[in-house]
């Protein structure tokens, strides 16, 4: 059951991929950069829910990751790599944007989780407001008339392969001893420090994990539109990672996937009335923070993320929350 199980998941990874590479043939390019950004997006709201969603703080500076992460990798590919090399090298190039974005959150973490709750997202706002701020005045950058030249590296089959990616990565460590010890950081942080959890550590790494995966979604995102600027990682771009996460639910990786699809594909069906859709992000949150604070599959998980269907047990039904503590059966007489 188990190996069957499995092959079933091989399998449609496989199929996926293969469709990815495919279906652009026969789609309209119009459809197929849609499915792009809904790509680039799931990979933004499952990092921040990362942060956000497993771990309980509130970070609001995410995009200030994703324009390091952009900038880097079209750095790479426009002053260092020859255009013929840079095909081949956009998977490390992506890589090593993620990787500069990470060393960013970095530099944040260390100050930031001193705090936490309302200050902290003060602390990440105002990170998010000086990367817009240095890029506006950099003048190799392009400065704030924006930076171009790079070449359309990304497609839908680099999308899905890093959507599989990130889904996989984040998938592992929130049902491991790491992903548990996040956890109980948001429950009670001072409890989880009393049963011996190192919640600096477990908070660094989740927040760099985090900060590397939305650097990624920035290289991508930028070798789609060939043409990057500051304003395009403003404070409105965070705001639609967090209308993102909370939309799809919190501490679920199947509300991220959710809650991005839905939001963008809601974005492109309202494009014909202009400025006043980007309205409705900030009041959707509102509504959502209201009415249902958990979103739409706050704390839930499709029964095919979960370690029982994977690794045998069954499984726990389609919406289960996975339960890595079990009481223990009653004493026999």
Do not use: C
Not at 63 to 83: C, D, E, K
Not at 194 to 223: M, P
Not at 302 to 325: D, K, V
């Amino acid at each position: 059951m188990l190996k069957r199980q499995n092959l079933l998941i091989l399998g449609g990874i496989a199929l996926l991929l293969a469709l990815s590479g495919a279906v652009p043939e026969f789609l309209n390019p119009y459809l197929v950069q849609i499915l792009m950004y809904v790509g680039i997006n799931m990979i933004l709201t499952l990092a921040l829910n990362l942060v956000n969603g497993y771990m309980g703080e509130f970070s609001v500076g995410h995009a200030g990751f994703m324009a390091i992460g952009a900038y880097v990798s079209s750095l790479i590919t426009v002053a260092l790599l020859p255009r013929a090399l840079a095909a081949w090298a956009f998977p490390a190039v992506l890589i090593v944007g993620g990787l500069a974005a990470a060393a960013a959150g970095l530099v944040v973490a260390y100050p930031s989780f001193r705090t936490r709750g309302d200050y902290l997202a003060i602390v990440t706002l105002a990170f998010n407001m000086i990367v817009k701020s240095v890029l506006e005045n950099l003048d190799f950058l392009g400065g704030p008339r924006g930076y171009l030249g790079m070449p359309r590296l990304t497609n839908l089959f680099w999308v899905t392969a890093w959507v599989l990616i990130t889904l996989f990565a984040l998938r592992n460590l929130v049902y491991s001893n790491f992903g548990r010890g996040i956890m109980a950081i948001r429950e009670d942080e001072v409890a989880a420090n009393l049963t011996s959890v190192d919640t600096k550590r477990l908070k660094l790494y989740a927040f760099l994990i985090s900060a590397f995966f939305t650097g990624v979604a920035g290289g991508l995102f930028a070798h789609l539109l060939q043409f990057i600027n500051p304003r395009s990682f403003s404070i409105l771009k965070s705001t639609d990672m967090l209308v993102m996460v909370y939309l799809g639910g919190v501490g679920s990786l199947t509300g991220s996937l959710l809650g991005a699809a839905i939001f963008t594909i809601m974005l492109e069906v309202l494009r014909p009335f202009g400025l006043w859709r980007w309205v409705i992000g900030p009041l959707l949150l509102v509504l959502l923070m209201i009415f249902r604070p958990r979103g739409i599959m706050g704390f839930k998980e499709w029964r095919w993320l979960q370690p029982a269907m994977i690794f045998g047990g069954g499984g726990q039904g389609p919406t289960a929350t996975y339960n890595p503590s079990p009481k223990p059966p009653p004493p026999t007489p």
